[in-house]
């Protein structure tokens, strides 16, 4: 639509079914554009659930600083607050993922209505998962602290085993994690076999978890430089970006590349064992002549310019529903 335009009201060629489809970066880059300002309102809603930990972070620097009562009731504040998002923090990043496959499915989506609806119907799995990624994140940070201090305290070296060791466990359950979230909302396995699909799929698509690595390292660490290096009024900039930007252009980049794995290795093989075609790939697939009533247009369309005084007429369009969960297939 040419907002700026003269003619915004005229009506184009249309867009034909049949298209071919743009491949991986201009693939991805189309859906972003167009998914831009709506993954910035995804973005705040997940935001909101980051409240209690962004509340512990706060209470603790102020406790820190002698402006809470230092003690107990810091401590107990602390925890409290930890635990919620502890809890939290599965479900809404279930309900986010959910959201960002759908884009990059191409599928309807209602950010608030649908979000919520996984949050609930995933809460129990997912309330695990992110329990269990808070308690490794805090594992890994405590590594990162008292491993180097063992090191140059007792000169001993292997500490650094050790170190390395729950470095590459870290990075394990990181990849894992660009395809658990994916694989719950998005078929009906157990979590046992959600873990141990993701372990597999950890290895076996090496290659993209890299580049897909890489990608959220990179946008990690932008955002760290500038809050701890740069100087006070661009790391201001740069935190009151958080709640608008990182989480869902990550998360984006996690889907875009992870979950045409859990297809070819988890849903695919699913249905074929059975004789059918994935639904979700049944518009990629080209329908048979004979039984085809009605031909789309779209693409072949005269160009319809609108009169000077004419009445618009609005048009309403319904919208799909997307694909349900699908039973999956379990690595062996």
């Given amino acids: 639509m040419g907002l700026f335009g003269q003619n915004y009201e005229n009506s184009g060629v249309g867009i034909a079914k049949n298209a071919p489809k743009k491949k991986g970066f201009f693939r991805f880059m189309e859906i972003f554009g167009r998914k831009f300002w709506k993954m910035i309102g995804l973005n705040l809603l997940y935001s909101v659930f980051f409240l209690p930990l962004v509340g512990a972070i706060t209470v603790f620097f102020l406790t820190f600083q002698g402006n809470f009562p230092a003690g107990l009731p810091s401590t107990l504040t602390i925890a409290i ?57 805090a594992c890994i940070g405590a590594a990162c602290y008292v491993y180097p201090l063992l090191i140059e305290l007792s000169g001993n070296k292997i500490f650094y085993v050790f170190f390395a060791i729950t470095l590459s466990v870290g990075l394990v359950a990181l990849m894992m994690n660009f395809y658990m979230f994916l694989m719950m909302i998005s078929t009906t396995l157990s979590l046992k076999h959600v873990f141990r699909n993701s372990l597999s799929l950890a290895i076996i698509a090496l290659k993209k978890n890299v580049i897909t690595l890489l990608v959220f390292a990179a946008f990690v660490g932008i955002f760290v430089v500038i809050i701890l290096f740069a100087n006070l009024s661009v790391s201001f900039v740069a935190v009151s970006l958080l709640p608008f930007l990182p989480a869902s252009w990550i998360g984006l980049v996690i889907c ?25 790939l049944i518009g990629e697939i080209e329908p048979d002549p004979e039984e085809t009533v009605f031909e789309d247009m779209g693409g072949k369309e005269t160009p319809i310019v609108k009169k000077k005084g004419a009445k618009a007429k609005k048009k309403t369009g319904g919208s799909g529903k997307s694909s349900g969960n699908h039973k999956g297939k379990i690595i062996s």
């Fill in 256 to 280: 875009f590349n992870s979950y045409p794995v859990i297809q070819k290795y988890i849903i695919n093989p699913y249905y074929e064992q059975r004789g059918e075609i994935n639904p979700e």
């Fill in 81 to 137: 607050l930890v635990i919620i998002f502890a809890v939290l923090f599965g479900p809404a990043t279930a309900g986010h993922t959910k959201i960002l496959r759908n884009y990059v499915l191409e599928k309807p989506v209602f950010i608030v209505h649908d979000f919520l609806k996984t949050f609930r119907s995933e809460f129990k799995h997912a309330c695990i998962v992110g329990i269990l990624d808070c308690f490794v994140v």
